[in-house]
Structure formats: structure tokens, C-alpha cells
């Protein structure tokens, strides 16, 4: 099965800086990498995901990059906003060929951008 | 037009009672999930259904019980609750195979005294 671990547990940055969330995971044949945004009192949504055939994908202030070789995936912020303070979660395929599409999240990453 | 939707959102009992959370998704969506969250936010999947049978069961214990009256419905029955059950229980939803994107409802926050 799959591992994920996610760092920091927590980050703190000032509006308009950049926040850098990153996560390692443990089963090479992985190939899918969401990451999932929450907000307070709701559910965790997709804000991002990247495939293991691409490095970098990009959607205006956020991207994700990949690297296979050293098993980590980050997310990046740019230009950070007030509302951009969440709870964010990476994730990585539970099953290996599987249809079943579960998923194992990191432990989230309390990202709280101050005025 | 809620793609996936819970109820109750906030559930507060006492120990050893009887409850269900309902779960509906409007996407036509095959595979449904349980998930529970607990205090330090750590999300772990509970059940994993396809087409209304239950596939996969990660070692919850048999006090829970979900139910699937139709590919839209997922149901969670717990029987004598615990304190530790306590947590906000999300519901999921992901489209047929090629598509990985799980939709989440808005969660039960459930409270056991």
C-alpha cells in the first residue's frame, strides 16, 4: 500500500508571499496526485492534481510539481490571499491497478495567510 | 444542485445509542466512500462501494454498517456509539475509472457524550 507524508504541519505567511507544501510518497507506481483544499466546517475539495507523465502543471496562483525520482510532489502558492487560509491535503493512489480509486491523504497542512 | 450531500451535519448523542448518517450524490457517480476525520484532521477512508456493493471494508469495526439502497445512496448506521467515534464523517464520490476526482460532501460532525 501507500505512504504520504506531508510537510509542514503547519505555515504561516504574510498576504501576497508565497506558501510551499510538500509531500513524499512511498509506492513508485503511483500515478496520480491530487491535492485537496479545506475550508472550516467543509468538506476537503480538489483545487489541484498532476499525472505522473508530467512534471509541473500550473492554474493561476497555485501549481504542483513532480518529481518520480525522489518521490515527492509539492504544492505552490503564489501570491497568497487571506482566503487561501485552509487545511490542505495531498494524496496518492491507495491501489495499485485497482478501479477502486481509493485514496491515502497526508496528515493536512494548517496554512493560515495574514493580512 | 449540490453534487454530494449529507445529513445529518451535526449529530450529538450519548454512548452506547444507535445512529444514521445519510449520503446522496447527484453526479451518477459508480463508486461512493466513507471517510472519517478526526481531531488532528487526519482523513482516513472507512468503505469503499461500487455500483451499490461494498468492496472494500479497512478494518472498521462491524458497529458500523453502510448501506446502499442505490448507486446515489450511501448510508452509515453505528451501533453503540463510543466515545471515540466521535469526529466529522465525510461522504465521497468518484466517477467511472480514468476519472480519479473524489467529491466530497460537507460532513457530519458527530459528537458522542
Known amino acids: 500500500g501507500e505512504n504520504v507524508e506531508q510537510h509542514p504541519s503547519t505555515l504561516s505567511v504574510q498576504e501576497g508571499d508565497s506558501a510551499v507544501i510538500k509531500c513524499t510518497y512511498s509506492?513508485?507506481?503511483?500515478?496520480?496526485f491530487p491535492w485537496y483544499k479545506q475550508e472550516l466546517g467543509k468538506g476537503p475539495q480538489l483545487i489541484i492534481d498532476?499525472?505522473?507523465?508530467?512534471g509541473e502543471k500550473k492554474d493561476q496562483r497555485i501549481a504542483v510539481t513532480l518529481n518520480k525520482t525522489a518521490k515527492h510532489f509539492s504544492l505552490h502558492i503564489t501570491e497568497t490571499q487571506p482566503e487561501d487560509s485552509a487545511v490542505y491535503f495531498c494524496?496518492?493512489?491507495?491501489?495499485?491497478?485497482?478501479?477502486?480509486?481509493?485514496?491515502?491523504f497526508g496528515r493536512g497542512t494548517q496554512l493560515t495567510v495574514w493580512p | 444542485d449540490t453534487a454530494v450531500s449529507q445529513t445529518p451535519k451535526y449529530l450529538v448523542t450519548q454512548m452506547g445509542n444507535d445512529k444514521s448518517i445519510k449520503c446522496e450524490q447527484n453526479?451518477?457517480?459508480?463508486?461512493m466512500y466513507w471517510y472519517k476525520q478526526d481531531s488532528k484532521k487526519f482523513l482516513k477512508i472507512m468503505f469503499s462501494?461500487?455500483?451499490?456493493?461494498?468492496?472494500i471494508n479497512e478494518t472498521v469495526p462491524n458497529r458500523f454498517s453502510p448501506k446502499s439502497p442505490d448507486k446515489a445512496h450511501l448510508n452509515l448506521h453505528i451501533n453503540s456509539l463510543e466515545l471515540g467515534d466521535s469526529a466529522v464523517y465525510f461522504c465521497?464520490?468518484?466517477?467511472?475509472?480514468?476519472?480519479?476526482?473524489?467529491?466530497f460532501g460537507p460532513g457530519t460532525r458527530l459528537l458522542v457524550l
Open positions: 498532476i499525472r505522473s507523465n508530467v
Open positions: 494524496a496518492a493512489p491507495f491501489d495499485r491497478g485497482s478501479t477502486l480509486g481509493r485514496l491515502y
Open positions: 462501494y461500487n455500483n451499490k456493493e461494498l468492496i
Open positions: 453526479l451518477g457517480h459508480d463508486t
Open positions: 465521497a464520490s468518484r466517477g467511472t475509472s480514468g476519472k480519479e476526482t473524489q467529491y
Open positions: 509506492d513508485s507506481a503511483s500515478n496520480y
